[in-house]
C-alpha cells in the first residue's frame, strides 16, 4: 500500500463542543511533542539524509501552536483555495457579493484573497519516528472566522506561513504572506487506522459536520458509529464513554509510536 493523504474539512460553530474539543486535542498534542523532544531511534541513512533534504531551507512553527485562549490574527496578502468549505458554490457567491478578490492559479483554480482573517484552536506535529515527511505531518485543529464571509466562519483550516509557502508549485501561493487550505497529513503505513478512529471520534461526539478521507470518503465511520450508538442505546453514559475512548485512542498512539520506533531502530542496526 503506498503513502497516503489523510484529508478533513468541516465546520464547528458550538464553542461549548470546540473548547472540550481543545482540552483533549491538547494532550494528544503534548503526547506527541515529548515524543518527539525524547532520544529517537537511529535511522537508515537513507530516511535521514530524505527527512534532512525535506526539512532543508523552510522553518517550520513551534511544534505545538495553540490559539485556544487567544486567538491568531493572520494579516497581509492571506490566499486560500475552496477546500475548507462544505458547500463551495455557496461560497464563491457569498464571495462576490461581500467583493472578495477571486484569483485564478496557473492551472485555473479559484483562490480567495484577504486581508486579514482570524483563526482560533491549535495544530500541532503528528509525532513520526520515521522523519519521513518533516512539512506534512501537520495535524491542524483550528476554525477560521472572518468578518466578510459568513460562509468561513467555524471551517476548518490548515494555516501555511510565508516561508513554507515557497513549497507550492502556485506562484501565487508562493507570493503569499499565508496560504489557507483544508487540514491534511501525509501517511505511509504508520498510524493510518488509527487516524479513522480519531476523526470518527471527532465526529460523533464534537464535529457533526466533519467530512474526512483516506483512500475513501469517511473511511470506516459506518462501523465506528454503529459500534459507538450500540454502547450508547445498552445505556452506557456517553460523557464517560467519550473519555474512555479518548484514552484508548491515545494508548493506541503510544502503542504504534513504541512499535515504529522499535522497528525504525532495527533497521538501522
Not at 248 to 253: C, G
Request: with cysteine; aromatic share 12%; charged share 30%.
Amino acid at each position: 500500500m503506498s503513502s497516503v493523504i489523510l484529508s478533513w474539512s468541516g465546520h464547528g460553530n458550538e464553542l461549548d463542543r470546540r473548547q472540550e474539543l481543545y482540552f483533549h486535542l491538547a494532550e494528544l498534542a503534548e503526547r506527541s511533542r515529548l515524543r518527539a523532544a525524547a532520544d529517537q531511534p537511529n535511522r537508515l541513512s537513507f530516511l535521514e539524509t530524505l527527512a534532512q533534504q525535506r526539512r532543508e531551507g523552510v522553518s517550520t512553527p513551534p511544534f505545538v501552536r495553540d490559539h485556544t485562549i487567544e486567538s491568531l490574527e493572520l494579516t497581509g496578502r492571506i490566499v486560500m483555495d475552496f477546500s475548507p468549505f462544505t458547500d463551495e458554490e455557496a461560497a464563491r457567491q457569498t464571495a462576490q457579493t461581500a467583493g472578495v478578490t477571486l484569483l485564478t492559479n496557473d492551472e485555473g483554480h479559484k483562490l480567495l484573497q484577504f486581508e486579514r482573517l482570524t483563526v482560533e484552536g491549535l495544530d500541532f506535529d503528528l509525532y513520526d519516528p520515521r522523519g519521513l515527511y518533516p512539512h506534512e505531518n501537520r495535524a491542524s485543529f483550528l476554525f477560521a472566522r472572518s468578518g466578510t464571509m459568513p460562509h468561513l466562519d467555524g471551517a476548518l483550516v490548515h494555516v501555511v506561513g510565508r516561508e513554507s509557502c515557497q513549497l507550492y508549485d502556485s506562484e501565487l501561493v508562493r507570493d503569499a504572506d499565508w496560504y489557507i487550505t483544508k487540514p491534511h497529513i501525509h501517511l505511509r503505513y504508520y498510524l493510518e487506522d488509527w487516524s479513522d478512529l480519531l476523526l470518527a471520534w471527532i465526529k460523533y461526539f464534537f464535529l457533526p459536520e466533519l467530512d474526512y478521507h483516506r483512500y475513501e470518503h469517511l473511511s470506516r465511520w459506518d462501523d465506528f458509529r454503529e459500534a459507538f450508538d450500540m454502547q450508547i442505546a445498552r445505556g452506557v453514559d456517553r460523557d464517560d464513554f467519550q473519555q474512555k475512548m479518548f484514552a484508548m485512542i491515545l494508548n493506541d498512539f503510544e502503542r504504534e509510536a513504541d512499535q515504529w520506533c522499535t522497528t525504525v531502530g532495527s533497521m538501522a542496526l
